[in-house]
């Protein structure tokens, strides 16, 4: 005889109420992210909503691109018999452990791709200056890029990790200054597509080499989840820039 553990999740109000106000927070971003894709970055309403199913689907796929190998320490089993009975016995030594580095469809590649249609449909052909905008927009992912890593950490067993207010607050006042110096220009579309890959560049590609000290079997760049990191720093980037001006 022998007892079942079953795991199973609270039924406190905390975690009750935790679950409500994810939803309503989930909400909100869901719906102002449509006003924002079409009235800041002037994306078509029909292109937006796609764009917000894509996420949503994308967030449970991980596309592998490549993996990692690396050599250290660790718990080994080294098997030996003796007299037709197989032992296992645990031991401490070198071990090879493989990362997989994959990438978020709904929190990564959409995000890049939106970010390319801004700089294809806006700034290209309705721009007045298209040179000046994209320089500007280059000089906001570099200022983006090292301050993103500056406060990037690597958690063993985890991943790499950045407070989730440093990408859009640096996105959105660095968006805010370049946008300000003549000629002018829209710092929406600099926040976002600065927050996109300033955020992509500085807390994941900047840190690649890194890969060998988290531990864990998969790095997944773009987060877990939709309104994780790279997405979420290009909305609330653009949404901060609308309401600072």
Same mark, same amino acid.
């Given at each position: 005889?022998?007892?079942?553990?079953?795991?199973?999740?609270?039924?406190?109000?905390?975690?009750?109420?935790?679950?409500?106000?994810?939803?309503?927070?989930?909400?909100?971003?869901?719906?102002?992210?449509?006003?924002?894709?079409?009235?800041?970055?002037?994306?078509?309403?029909?292109?937006?909503?796609?764009?917000?199913?894509?996420?949503?689907?994308?967030?449970?796929?991980?596309?592998?691109?490549?993996?990692?190998?690396?050599?250290?320490?660790?718990?080994?089993?080294?098997?030996?018999?003796?007299?037709? @009975?197989?032992?296992? %016995?645990?031991? $401490? *030594?070198?071990?090879?452990?493989?990362?997989?580095?994959?990438?978020? &469809? /709904? =929190? +990564?590649?959409?995000?890049?791709?939106?970010?390319?249609?801004?700089?294809?449909?806006?700034?290209?052909?309705?721009?007045?200056?298209?040179?000046?905008?994209?320089?500007?927009?280059?000089?906001?992912?570099?200022?983006?890029?090292?301050?993103?890593?500056?406060?990037?950490?690597?958690?063993?067993?985890?991943?790499?990790?950045?407070?989730?207010?440093?990408?859009?607050?640096?996105?959105?006042?660095?968006?805010?200054?370049?946008?300000?110096?003549?000629?002018?220009?829209?710092?929406?579309?600099?926040?976002?597509?600065?927050?996109?890959?300033?955020?992509? @560049?500085?807390?994941? %590609?900047?840190? $690649? *080499?890194?890969?060998?000290?988290?531990?864990?079997?998969?790095?997944? &760049? /773009? =987060? +877990?989840?939709?309104?994780?990191?790279?997405?979420?720093?290009?909305?609330?980037?653009?949404?901060?820039?609308?309401?600072?001006?």
């Amino acid at each position: 005889m022998y007892r079942r553990g079953i795991v199973y999740r609270p039924t406190t109000w905390n975690y009750m109420l935790t679950l409500i106000l994810m939803t309503l927070m989930i909400s909100v971003i869901a719906l102002s992210s449509l006003q924002i894709f079409t009235e800041a970055l002037m994306i078509p309403p029909q292109l937006a909503l796609a764009a917000l199913y894509m996420s949503l689907i994308g967030s449970m796929i991980n596309i592998p691109l490549t993996s990692v190998k690396t050599i250290d320490y660790g718990l080994i089993y080294r098997e030996i018999e003796i007299f037709g @009975i197989r032992w296992f %016995l645990p031991t $401490i *030594g070198l071990k090879e452990r493989k990362t997989i580095i994959a990438i978020n &469809i /709904g =929190g +990564a590649v959409i995000p890049i791709l939106i970010s390319i249609y801004i700089l294809i449909q806006t700034i290209m052909k309705m721009s007045i200056n298209p040179q000046i905008s994209l320089m500007k927009i280059v000089l906001s992912i570099l200022i983006v890029s090292i301050i993103v890593n500056r406060y990037s950490r690597i958690i063993p067993g985890f991943g790499i990790v950045t407070p989730g207010f440093i990408p859009p607050v640096s996105a959105a006042i660095t968006s805010i200054i370049l946008a300000l110096i003549p000629p002018k220009c829209n710092p929406s579309i600099i926040a976002y597509v600065s927050g996109t890959f300033g955020t992509l @560049i500085g807390a994941d %590609l900047m840190n $690649i *080499g890194k890969i060998g000290e988290m531990g864990a079997p998969m790095v997944s &760049i /773009g =987060g +877990a989840g939709t309104f994780d990191g790279i997405y979420l720093t290009g909305i609330v980037a653009t949404s901060l820039t609308l309401i600072l001006i």
